[in-house]
């Protein structure tokens, strides 16, 4: 009647352990598509790590109502000037909000409406980010050390990558001159 009591499941600023947690690798292999300097990336170690997600799915994916928890640690790194970062995504349903919170380093989240509007938010240790409906966001990693944060969202937003991948975010995190500087597309 109550549902299943949670799992003994922990998390700190770096992981998400416990049993039934499920862990997702992203390399530069399957990113190649986000950055900006294709043949930067074609150089590098396809099998070098970007980012990593632990997640815990306590229901069915698309189950009305319920949630989904992870914690993602995007390396520190670049492809060519451009920072290593989450894919990014809408939500396949639109209208579902997500939280991110910083757990640990120093990055921007990219946020942008279906109207290719975006603004950016600083993510570090502590700071808390609501992300409404219709709102497509991406997480990168501007410092030189590892950058972890939190996660919840609802079992049933779906991750659009499509979109994403056709038309990209209208801007960019670069390094110049040892620098991070915003580029418009
Ligand atoms: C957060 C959540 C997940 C997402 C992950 C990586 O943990 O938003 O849903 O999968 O970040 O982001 P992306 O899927 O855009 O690569
Ligand atoms: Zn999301």
Redesign the pocket.
């Known amino acids: 009647k109550y549902g299943n009591p949670t799992p003994e499941i922990v998390f700190d600023a770096k992981n998400l352990s416990g049993k039934p947690i499920e862990k997702?690798e992203?390399k530069i292999m399957d990113l190649n598509m986000i950055f900006k300097d294709k043949g930067a990336s074609e150089t590098m170690d396809q099998n070098q790590i970007v980012?990593e997600?632990d997640?815990y799915f306590p229901v069915e994916n698309d189950t009305e109502g319920g949630l989904?928890f992870?914690?993602?640690r995007i390396k520190p790194g670049k492809v060519g000037d451009e920072y290593f970062m989450?894919?990014?995504?809408f939500h396949s349903n639109r209208d579902r909000g997500?939280f991110?919170w910083g757990l640990e380093g120093e990055g921007q989240l990219l946020l942008m409406d279906e109207k290719r509007r975006a603004r950016t938010e600083v993510i570090k240790k502590g700071s808390v980010h609501y992300i409404p409906g219709y709102i497509a966001?991406?997480?990168v990693n501007t410092g030189d050390t590892e950058l972890s944060?939190?996660?919840c969202?609802p079992s049933d937003?779906g991750?659009d990558?499509a979109s994403?991948e056709e038309k990209g975010f209208s801007i960019r995190i670069v390094q110049k001159n040892g620098e991070q500087h915003i580029i418009k597309e």
Do not use: L, M, P
């Not at 989450?86 to 995504?89: A, E, I, Q, V």
């Open positions: 997702i992203r980012y997600v997640c989904f992870g914690i993602t989450t894919k990014g995504h997500e991110y966001h991406r997480v944060f939190g996660a969202w937003a991750h990558y994403i």
